[in-house]
C-alpha cells in the first residue's frame, strides 16, 4: 500500500517531465554569439540570435529567397524610388507598434554604432532618403537605379525608434534593449555561454512550436555532439563530418541537411604579370621561372581538370558537400546552368600544361588555413597530391586563419584555398572576388588573388543598374560564365549545411547557415 | 613586512608593463585584427572606418602609448569583439574559473595527501605500487582525450551527470556561483576531476618522496625512540616537514589552473576565462589578450607572495627580509 502512492509521484514527475520537454527546447551553436546588438558585428552566429528576437523588412526563406517579412511587398516607383508597403498591426515585444517611422530610425542607425569592428553601414550607403510616406509605406532614394535593395534589407533587423533611440550596444547585450518584432524575446544572455528566450505570444507570424529555448554555445566540436548523444541538448548544429556516419545510423537521432551557400575554391596568383615571378613558384630544381604561369589560362585550367572533386567530396568531406563550378547552388537565382564541374582529367591536365610550354610542370606551394572551414588542411593536402599527379610538385602550407588571412589580404601567395558564403545573388561573388579591385565602387574588397577581366567588370557594373529582374539573371549568368572560362577562381564544392536533433523533432534547414529556434518542430506523426 | 610586500608590488607593476608590450608587439606581428571580424562582404570603405573605430590607424607605438595612458587610470580598454571593458569581461568569467580550478585544487589534496601519505609510509605494499602506477596515467594521459572519455561514459552512456555547461548558478557577493547549487555540482564535478587528475598524481608523488626522505631524518628516529605514538610521529613531525615542497607547487598549479584550463573549459563548454582567452586569441582581441595576460601575471605574484607567506608559517627558519 505504501508503494502506491509513491508511484503515482513517480508517474506524474515523469509525465511532467515530458511535458515541460515539450515546451522547453535546447540548442546548442558551434559559433559563439557576440553581441545581441543586430547592428553591431555582421556575423552569421549574430544574424541568427538577431532573427529570433527581429524582424527584417524582407525575409528569406530556407533557400535564401526573398519572403515578404515586416514589408508586405516591395516595388520601384522611379527608378531610383523603393517603395515598401509594411504590415500592419505588428507590435514590438514591449508593445510598441511598428511603423515607417522605425525604418527610418532602423536605417539612420546602421552607420551610427560605435566601435563596431563590422557595421551593417554598407546596406544603408546607397540610401540616400527614407521618405515615411505614410505609418504603413516608405520609400528609399537612391542616386542611382539600385536592384539590389531588396537583398540589402534581408540583412537589416528592424527596431523601434522610441525603444531605441538611446540604445547602446552595452543595453542590448545586457538583454535590456533586445526587444524587437521576433518570434523570441529574450529573458537572459550570458555572454559566450548562453542565450534564454521565451514565445513572444503576440508574434505575427507562424506560432514557434516551444515556449521556452535555451540557447547555448558549445564550441568544441565533439562536446557538441556528446551533449546532443547525452540527451543534454536536442538540436545541434555544424555536425562534425567525422561524426556523419556515426549519426546517420544512429536510431537517436535524425540529420537534416541543405546544401548551403558557401563556396570552397582555389585563388591563383594574378598579381604578378606574366614576366615576373611569382612568390611560390619555381622550375623544378626551385630557381626562380622568370615568369608567372598562372596568368596562363591553359595552365589555370589544367590545374583545374587535375583535381577530383568527387573524391575530396566523399572522401574528405564525408559527402557533406556538392561539386561545384561556379558560387551559386543549382536553384538560385542568377545560378549558371549547362555549366557542370571541371570533370577530373588528368591526362588532358598534362597536355594542357605541355601546351603551355610545361611538360616538366614546375613547384607551387599552395596555402590555406586549418582551422576556418570543414576540413580546410586535409582539402589542401588532397588536392596537392592530385596536383604533384600532372607533374606541378606542391608543397602545402596550412596556418591558422589569423596569420593566413593577413598574407593572403596582401597578395602574398601563389595558390591559396578560402571560402565564400554568398547572398543568393550572382552580384555578391562578383563584386566581391571577381570584380577588378577598386575601392571606390567598393570592388573586389575580398578578391585576394587579383583577378581582372575589363568584360566581367563591364557586366557586373550594367547587372546593378538594371531593374528588370529576368534581364538583370541573364547578365549576371554572363558574367559568371565568362569568369570561369577564365578560369578567375578554382571551385572546388558548396559545403552542405547540416543539424542534428533528437529524435522526435525536425529543423527546417537553412541554406544561410543560421540556426534559430523557430525553424526547430516536433516531428509530425508518422 | 611592508618594504618586502612594496618591492613585490613594484615587481608585478613591472612585469605587467613588459607583458603589455609583448603582447602588443606579439598581435602586430601575427595579423591585423580587422581581417579577422570585418564581414566578408564589408568593401574598402567600410574596412576603412573599423581600422578607425578600433583605433588600428595609428602607428604602434601611439598605440601603446594609449593604452598605457589609459592603463594608469585603471582602463585596460574595450574587447573589439564584445565593445565591452576588457577588464569587466575577464571578471565576469573569473567565479567560472576559480570554483573549477578550487575544486579541482581541493580534490588533489583531499586525495592526493592521503594516498601520498600511505604511499610514502609503506613504500613497498601492494597498495602503494597500485596508487603510484595510477598515479603515472594522472600524468601522461592527455586532458583532452580523458575529458571527452568522462563525458562518453558518464553522460552519454551511463547518463549521470550533465555532460557540458555550467548549470544552475546563485548569487554570493553579487557574482555567480554553481557549486551553491545542486545543478550547478553535478556541472563541477567532471570538469573539476578532468582538471585535478594531473594534480591528485603531483600531490601524490611529491607528498610519497617527502615522507620518504623524512622518515630517515634523525629528529623522526629520535621522536620514535622518544616512544611517540606513531600518529603523532606521523602527523606533527613527518607531516608539517614535508608540506613547504606541496605548498609550493599546489600555489603554482592553482595558478597555471586558473590561468590556462583552457582544454578542460573548451571541451566541457565551462563559460569560463580560459575558454576567453583561446576565442580572443582566435581573433585577435587584443584589449582582451593584453588584459588577460595582465590580470594573470598580478595573479601569479599575489600566489607566490602567498606561498611565501605561508613557508614562513609553516618553517620558522624562513624568514621574509634579510635583517641588516
Known sequence: ?526 | MSLYLLRRLIQAVGVMAVMSLIVFLGVFAIGDPVDILIAPDADQIERERAIIALGLDKPLWMQYLVFLGNALRGDLGRSFVFNEPALQLIMGRMPATLELALGATIMAIIIGLPLGLYAGLRPNGAISKAILAISILGFSLPTFWVGLMLIMVFAVQLGWLPSTGRGETAMLFGLRWSFLTQDGLAHLIMPATNLALFKISLVIRLTRAGVRETMLMDYVKFARAKGLSPARVTFVHVFKNILIPVVTVVGLELGSTIAFSVVTESVFAWPGMGKLIIDSINVLDRPVIVAYLMTIVLMFITINLIVDLTYSFLDPRVRLESKG
Open chain 1, 1 to 526: 500500500m505504501m508503494m502506491k502512492p509513491i508511484m503515482a509521484v513517480a508517474a506524474c514527475f515523469g509525465l511532467l517531465c515530458a511535458e515541460a520537454r515539450a515546451q522547453n527546447l535546447t540548442m546548442a551553436v558551434g559559433a559563439p554569439v557576440t553581441s545581441l546588438d543586430p547592428h553591431y558585428h555582421q556575423l552569421s552566429p549574430n544574424n541568427a540570435a538577431s532573427d529570433m528576437i527581429f524582424d527584417r523588412l524582407v525575409d528569406t526563406d530556407s533557400r535564401s529567397r526573398n519572403i515578404p517579412g515586416l514589408a508586405l511587398s516591395w516595388t520601384t516607383v522611379e527608378p531610383n524610388v523603393w517603395e515598401f508597403k509594411l504590415r500592419p498591426n505588428v507590435r514590438f515585444h514591449n508593445g510598441n507598434p511598428f511603423v515607417a517611422e522605425d525604418v527610418a530610425f532602423t536605417i539612420a542607425r546602421l552607420p551610427n554604432v560605435p566601435n563596431s569592428p563590422s557595421s551593417y553601414a554598407i546596406y544603408a550607403r546607397p540610401i540616400t532618403a527614407v521618405e515615411v510616406v505614410d505609418p504603413l509605406t516608405v520609400r528609399f532614394r537612391t542616386t542611382e537605379p539600385y536592384p539590389l535593395l531588396p537583398l540589402d534589407m534581408t540583412n537589416v533587423r528592424i527596431l523601434n525608434r522610441a525603444t531605441h533611440e538611446r540604445s547602446t550596444t552595452d543595453d542590448f547585450n545586457a538583454g535590456r534593449a533586445a526587444i524587437g518584432t521576433g518570434p523570441y524575446r529574450v529573458v537572459s544572455h550570458r555572454m559566450g555561454d548562453r542565450i534564454e528566450l521565451e514565445r513572444n505570444d503576440t508574434y505575427w507570424g507562424e506560432r514557434p512550436a516551444f515556449g521556452r529555448v535555451n540557447y547555448r554555445m558549445i564550441t568544441n566540436d565533439a562536446s557538441r555532439t556528446a551533449a546532443l548523444l547525452a540527451g543534454d541538448v536536442d538540436v545541434i548544429d555544424q555536425v562534425p563530418t567525422s561524426d556523419l556516419a556515426r549519426l546517420r545510423t544512429d536510431q537517436r537521432v535524425t540529420l537534416s541537411e541543405i546544401v548551403g551557400l558557401r563556396l570552397i575554391f582555389l585563388g591563383l596568383d594574378f598579381a604578378r604579370p606574366a614576366g615576373e615571378n611569382s612568390p611560390f613558384v619555381t622550375d623544378n630544381n626551385g630557381q626562380p621561372l622568370g615568369r608567372n604561369p598562372l596568368q596562363d589560362v591553359r595552365v589555370r585550367r589544367a590545374l583545374s581538370m587535375a583535381i577530383d572533386r568527387r573524391a575530396i567530396v566523399e572522401r574528405v568531406m564525408e559527402g557533406a558537400a556538392v561539386p561545384a563550378s561556379q558560387f551559386l547552388p543549382e536553384g538560385t537565382y542568377s545560378h549558371v546552368p549547362d555549366m557542370p564541374p571541371t570533370a577530373y582529367d588528368a591526362d588532358g591536365a598534362r597536355r594542357l600544361l605541355a601546351e603551355a610550354g610545361y611538360p616538366q610542370g614546375f613547384r607551387i606551394t599552395l596555402a590555406g588555413p586549418n582551422d576556418r572551414y570543414i576540413n580546410d588542411a586535409r582539402i589542401i593536402q588532397a588536392v596537392g597530391q592530385m596536383w604533384t599527379r600532372i607533374g606541378v610538385r606542391t608543397t602545402v602550407e596550412a596556418q591558422p586563419w589569423t596569420t593566413f588571412v593577413a598574407r593572403a589580404g596582401r597578395a602574398d601567395f601563389s595558390a591559396f584555398l578560402i571560402g565564400w558564403g554568398s547572398n543568393p545573388d550572382g552580384s555578391h561573388p562578383l563584386r566581391n572576388i571577381l570584380a577588378t579591385v577598386n575601392r571606390d565602387r567598393g570592388w573586389g574588397a575580398s578578391n585576394r588573388g587579383r583577378y581582372s577581366n575589363a568584360r566581367v567588370d563591364e557586366l557586373t557594373l550594367q547587372s546593378l543598374s538594371e531593374l528588370n529582374d529576368a534581364r538583370r539573371e541573364q547578365i549576371l549568368i554572363q558574367a559568371q560564365r565568362l569568369a570561369a572560362d577564365d578560369v578567375g577562381v578554382i571551385p572546388l564544392h558548396i559545403q552542405t549545411n547540416i543539424w542534428a536533433t533528437r529524435r522526435g523533432l525536425t529543423i527546417a534547414a537553412r541554406a544561410d547557415e543560421l540556426t534559430r529556434a523557430q525553424d526547430v518542430r516536433p516531428a509530425a506523426a508518422r
